[in-house]
T-cell receptor, first 114, second 114 residues
Framework: GAVVSQHPSRVICKSGTSVKIECRSL??????MFWYRQFPKKSLMLMAT?????????EQGVEKDKFLINHASLTLSTLTVTSAHPEDSSFYIC??????????FGAGTRLSVL | AQSVTQPDIHITVSEGASLELRCNYS??????LFWYVQSPGQGLQLLLK??????LVQGIKGFEAEFKRSQSSFNLRKPSVHWSDAAEYFC????????????FGQGTTLQVKP
């Protein structure tokens, strides 16, 4: 149980285009999902908290117009990187909260912006 | 400030040897404590968690961790390491009042020698 699917696992795009990443909780409902960014050989940096049916809460320094988050259902949250640039290249990981304070993670998305 | 520290960036152990990965957190109240493992290019897998009760918790893959309030520590242990345990290990904490937000340590890279 508690499986989180993240898609795509890898995406390569041209600078200036937008990329959408999906995060799904497959066998449980998640009122809250989280989006993280991980730099090479670094820890996870929380970007935003996504709550179903309401606006996401962004961490300080994260551009909400750059990283659009939608959480339209209890099993799906999406992160859209708008007008991507090479500096947005990174490993993005989502998680979904199952029960109190337990997060289960997706396998991550490797974004490469050319 | 709320923080999580993993003092060891990189640890190498021989296969079959015992392992202990250190984790310390700052703050007064007892938080919720987690250990996650990440294989290269993958998401995070929950190894174990501590919320309350018995301070020695058992997890998957033969791992255990002990919460020591007096030392603000939650060290991860395994009696006999297998080559497949080579990975990145993250200690993470939900501090009281943080509505589920995980604060991660810097991570410890475990290398296993044959």
């Amino acid at each position: 149980g508690a499986v989180v699917s993240q898609h795509p696992s890898r995406v390569i795009c041209k600078s200036g285009t937008s990329v959408k990443i999906e995060c799904r909780s497959l066998d449980f409902q998640a009122t809250t999902m989280f989006w993280y960014r991980q730099f090479p050989k670094k820890s996870l940096m929380l970007m935003a908290t996504s709550n179903e049916g309401s606006k996401a809460t962004y961490e300080q320094g994260v551009e909400k117009d750059k990283f659009l988050i939608n959480h339209a259902s209890l099993t799906l949250s999406t992160l859209t990187v708008t007008s991507a640039h090479p500096e947005d290249s990174s490993f993005y990981i989502c998680s979904a909260e199952s029960g109190k304070n337990i997060q289960y993670f997706g396998a991550g998305t490797r974004l490469s912006v050319l | 400030a709320q923080s999580v520290t993993q003092p060891d960036i990189h640890i190498t152990v021989s296969e079959g040897a015992s392992l202990e990965l250190r984790c310390n957190y700052s703050y007064g109240a007892t938080p919720y404590l987690f250990w996650y493992v990440q294989s290269p290019g993958q998401g995070l897998q929950l190894l174990l968690k501590y919320f309350s009760g018995d301070t020695l918790v058992q997890g998957i893959k033969g791992f255990e961790a002990e919460f020591k309030r007096s030392q603000s520590s939650f060290n991860l242990r395994k009696p006999s390491v297998h080559w497949s345990d080579a990975a990145e290990y993250f200690c993470a904490v939900v501090f009281s009042g943080n509505t589920g937000k995980l604060i991660f340590g810097q991570g410890t890279t475990l290398q296993v020698k044959p």
